[in-house]
């Protein structure tokens, strides 16, 4: 996924228009409700993500939490999050090597992980004397 297809996505699954909040061509997304980000796409010079290689990198931030960044960290174009807290977040290259569902599945995962929360709803089983929760 290239970082052109990366915001189109975005806009299509999530109806959020990228913002740019540092006048540059950096982009972050946000939930409209809660206004926190869910993912960021800039460049970033590929010797800032330890690769030796001269040049920009178009890259994604994503949110994963530490429970699931195990399941991510090591598998092609996934590397900790760059600039962001690296128990938190994900940074994944737009270059071809991360695998476009693997992508959608951690966008999904940072819009889910980002989004408001529900307060859990409280029932009683009436057929239980047990405690309600």
Not at 51 to 74: E, F, Q, T
Not at 90 to 101: E, F, H, K, P, R
Not at 103 to 124: F, N, V, W
């Amino acid at each position: 996924m290239t970082r052109k297809e990366l915001i189109s996505y975005i806009n299509d699954r999530y109806s959020t228009e990228p913002e740019h909040p540092w006048m540059d061509d950096n982009v972050i997304f946000r939930h409209r409700d809660n206004r926190k980000w869910f993912a960021i796409s800039m460049q970033v010079q590929y010797h800032r993500l330890g690769i030796k290689k001269d040049g920009l990198a178009d890259v994604a931030n994503i949110k994963c939490g530490p429970l699931l960044m195990g399941a991510y960290r090591g598998k092609p174009g996934i590397l900790p999050g760059y600039h962001m807290n690296k128990d938190n977040w994900l940074t994944i290259l737009l270059d071809g090597s991360a695998d476009d569902d693997l992508i959608k599945e951690l966008l999904q995962i940072s819009y889910d992980m980002t989004g408001m929360k529900t307060k859990a709803k409280r029932y009683r089983n009436d057929e239980t004397s047990g405690p309600a929760f």
